[in-house]
Each structure stands twice: as structure tokens, then as C-alpha cells.
């Protein structure tokens, strides 16, 4: 099973050289403390910066410089300031190539649901509506259930959604997988996870076709 590190650092495994990607607030903001570092890759957040490098050591931190999320970040060579309008030009001209998510649930036909728990105070949704209906390319980090132990991988979404249809690909604590036209096909199994556990969380239809492999990270 994996932790909030081990997630992020499988998605990593999906950017590409050239790429740029726009980080979630939440398990993707990790992702680039993972990246290869013989690629080239641009890191954009919607509040207004392109050029993020990893999280700050302790003590070494700006409090001018953040993410979305109000974290602390630390900026590569030749990063840039631009204000929201231009962030968001960028994400609806779809100029990002990866977006990476977080979510409170995805439903086996790719809707996501990641900005409000109805009775909860939320500050709004913020960037997500434009990154999901903009982005061609969404993976989303998450945990496969939630704190009760239910899963989150859905028939349904049951919260209200960000995105409809939007979502390719889920990296969770327990699996990698697919969002297909028949569900949620099974890629990988997280390190010392089974077929059976997977089955067992997921209450949206999984696909499962031959040996399944166990991620490297």
C-alpha cells in the first residue's frame, strides 16, 4: 500500500519531457518533489506562477512565493509571475498538457467530485472547473476510501461534481487504473496489495484482464 509520497511519486512517472503540467492542491503539489531530473518539465499554478521547483527546505522558505494552496514553494530558473487572468488564458487555451488532480470521488465514466462536502464551508472551487473542462489529459491522486473505509471509486458520484467525463487516468493508495467506457480497468497493483483487496474497494465496475502487474516506483 502506498502513502501520499508513494502516489505522487508513481504519477511522476507519467510526465513527460517538455511538458507542462498543472498541480491540484492536496497529493499532486508532491509530484514534482518526484520528477526525473534529465527532463524538462514547467510547472504552472493557476494563482499566477510557471516554473515550479520542489517544496522549500525548512528555513529556506518565501512567504511571497506560493502555490494555489497558499504553500510555499520554491521557483526554477527563468520561472515567471503573471497575474490570474493570464494563469487562467493559459489553462483555457489549453496550453497545460497534464493536469493533476486531487478527489473526494471519481465515478467509473471519469465525472469527478472534488470542491464541496454539502454542509461544509468552502471557500469556492476555485481553479478546478476550468482545469477539468479544459484539460484533455487529467490524472487524479487519491485515496481509494475514505476514512470509514468506503470506496470513493464509484458507480455514481454522490457529491457535487467538478467535471463530467473528464477524468483519464487515478493513481490511488492501492492501484493505478483506467477510466474506460466499461469502468475502471485495473493497470497496476500497489506493492503488496491483491486483485481481491482492489475488487473489494472499488464500488464502480472494474475491469480486470490477465496478471495484473505491481507497480515500480
Known amino acids: 500500500m502506498l502513502d501520499k509520497n508513494g502516489i505522487a511519486q508513481r504519477i511522476a512517472k507519467e510526465v513527460k519531457d517538455g511538458y507542462y503540467v498543472n498541480l491540484g492542491i492536496g497529493i499532486p503539489t508532491l509530484v514534482a518533489n518526484f520528477v526525473r531530473e534529465d527532463i524538462s518539465v514547467e510547472f504552472q499554478s493557476e494563482n499566477g506562477v510557471l516554473g515550479m521547483g520542489p517544496f522549500p527546505f525548512e528555513g529556506e522558505e518565501d512567504a511571497d512565493i506560493i502555490n494555489a494552496g497558499k504553500q510555499t514553494i520554491t521557483t526554477l530558473p527563468g520561472a515567471s509571475f503573471f497575474d490570474s487572468a493570464l494563469s487562467f488564458g493559459m489553462i483555457r487555451g489549453q496550453h497545460v498538457d497534464l493536469t493533476i488532480l486531487g478527489a473526494m470521488e471519481v465515478a467509473e465514466n471519469g465525472d469527478i467530485a472534488n470542491w464541496k ?5 468552502v471557500k469556492g472551487m476555485g481553479g478546478a472547473m476550468d482545469l477539468v473542462a479544459s484539460a484533455e489529459n487529467i490524472i487524479v491522486a ?5 476514512k470509514a473505509g468506503k470506496s470513493k471509486l464509484l458507480k455514481r ?3 457535487p461534481l467538478t467535471g463530467v467525463g473528464c477524468v483519464k487516468k487515478i493513481v490511488t493508495n492501492l492501484a493505478v487504473l483506467e477510466v474506460t467506457p466499461d469502468g475502471f480497468k485495473l493497470l497496476e497493483r500497489a506493492p503488496g496489495i491483491s ?6 474497494a472499488t464500488e464502480g465496475n472494474l475491469i480486470i484482464e490477465g496478471n495484473i502487474p505491481e507497480m515500480v516506483l
Open 117 to 121: 462536502i454539502p454542509g461544509k464551508m
Open 142 to 146: 487519491m485515496m481509494h476510501t475514505n
Open 157 to 159: 458520484c454522490t457529491l
Open 195 to 200: 486483485t481481491q483487496e482492489i475488487e473489494r
